[in-house]
């Protein structure tokens, strides 16, 4: 995994600081009980300039994360979006990844700390495809994780919270542990739910499938994307439950996600899947490519241009 290497500013509470000054106290409630909510968003470069890849869609489910854990974040929706926008441009950055956090501070501690001021951050750096290009191009090798999936009884699944990734720590380590590339974890009744940080999608027979939401996988963006680009390109989709037997059977496996994109699966737990081709996959991640740099018109109204964030509002998203 390649070291972050840092950029100029971090949008912090609202101003702009230098990278290395956007600090907190050891003792920040947030980094003790894992009480945070974040996003993944890219922006990427295209012909006009660099533009963020449905950055709306990803603040809101930020929101909607702060919601479900009764997190009161004190700046609106057009804020941190602007503060996303303006932080890519302050930066001079084109092809990089985003990361707002907002996140319980300083103050009280023990587990229930409702009164603690809840402070936001935004951070942007190059960040290459996750999973490697070499993955994108030859697909990567999976083993079913022994860690089931967090279960919407435990924490609300939807939300980005970073309580939820110890989850996906063990999971991911377990599986480099074990000489694989990425885990895919299974919900505690046995279905399959997604990898440690990307939704899964199945093609079998000319259909094209993924969890259903109440399988308690996170809700990608890149996941709805997808389906968006399936549908438009004529690929059957429905939304399917599937178990572990089902992959192994499959004719192509991907995972996708803002920092994966669309990457191929070739083997779970050393089962080739299918013939070692993913035409469909291929197809799909090929068009994803050319919707997040601009190259396809249908797909613009995805993406909010970083050098122009003066006239973005969210009524024109
Ligand atoms: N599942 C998990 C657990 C994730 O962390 C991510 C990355 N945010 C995804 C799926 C993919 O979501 P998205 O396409 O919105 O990045």
Known sequence: MEELQPTKKIWFDGKFVPWDEAKVHVLTHGLHYGYAIFEGIRANSTPKGPAIFRLKEHIKRLMAGAKAYRMQIPYTEDQLIQGCLNLVKENGLND?????IVFSSYGE????AGKNKITG????WEWGSYLGD???????RCTVSSWARIDPRTLPPHAKCSANYANSILAKMDALSAGYDEA?????GGLVAEGSGENIFRVKDGILSTPTK???VLEGITRDSVIQIAKDNGIPFREEDFIREDMFTADELFFCGTAANVTPIREV???VIGNGKFPVTRKIQQTYLDAIHGKIAKYEPWLSYASTPAIYTSEKA
């Open 121 to 124: 951050a935004i951070a942007a």
């Open 109 to 112: 501690m023990g587990v229930n």
């Open 184 to 188: 895919i974890m299974l919900t505690v």
């Open 96 to 100: 990089c990844y985003v990361r707002p």
């Open 134 to 140: 070499e993955g994108m191009e030859k697909g990567i």
């Open 214 to 216: 109440t399988a308690g």
């Open 269 to 271: 737990d050393n089962r």
